[in-house]
């Protein structure tokens, strides 16, 4: 029986290295795969997916619009449905695609960020916490050496961002994963 799955991880945990790979896995097997990746996020390109360690591939796009029981639902070929920053689904795509992979069969697994940079749920997050059937972190560790479970947002000068949208398209440049010790820490504390 198929399940739903979410890998999640502060940033560069290598959470897109683990869904291509994944992706090259069942292709191997001659097994048919779809991946998405939301159209808000185009640091590699429109409907790419790509790893810092240089492997990058084509993808659909999801945004708040997609129907992803219209689209899935009757693909009877499909393996498997492996969706990269998942935190940006909506609460009733989470809900859809947990049904497709109880009603459909479609192993669906889910790859994002749990939180953003303040330390809130991004709502895609929050519902995969709850309606996942198999949840794992994918572990990376802060400067400090700790294990990485937060995220800050950095501005051009290194300097910590504490206001803002909670949904700013970065990478290294505007994003630095973190322990909750150096998380909580205040300006001045040695810390970010």
């Known amino acids: 029986m198929a399940k739903l799955f979410f ?3 502060a940033m560069n945990a290598g959470k897109s290295t683990s869904l291509l790979q994944i992706a090259y896995n069942y292709e191997e097997q001659g097994q048919k795969v779809q991946l998405f990746t939301a159209g808000i996020d185009d640091r ?14 084509a993808a659909s796009v999801f945004d708040a619009h997609t129907d992803f029981l219209q689209l899935l639902a009757a693909q009877t070929q499909l393996a498997c449905v492996l969706i990269d920053e998942s935190q940006f689904l909506t609460p009733a795509q989470v809900r859809q695609l947990h049904q497709i992979a109880h009603t459909a069969d479609i192993p669906t697994i889910c790859f994002g960020l749990r939180s953003d940079f303040q ?29 990485a479970t937060m995220n800050i947002r950095i501005d051009a000068q290194g300097q910590r961002v504490r206001e803002g949208e909670q949904v700013e398209i970065g990478g290294n440049e505007r994003y630095q994963q973190a322990c909750a010790r150096c998380f909580y820490q205040e300006p001045g504390d040695g810390q970010v």
């Open 7 to 9: 890998r999640y991880s």
């Open 44 to 57: 590699s390109g429109h409907g790419s997916i790509a790893s810092r360690l240089g492997i990058q591939r």
């Open 119 to 147: 330390g809130n749920p991004f709502p895609g997050a929050a519902f995969l916490l709850t309606l996942a059937d198999d949840i794992e972190e994918i572990k990376t560790i802060c400067a400090c050496g700790r294990k």
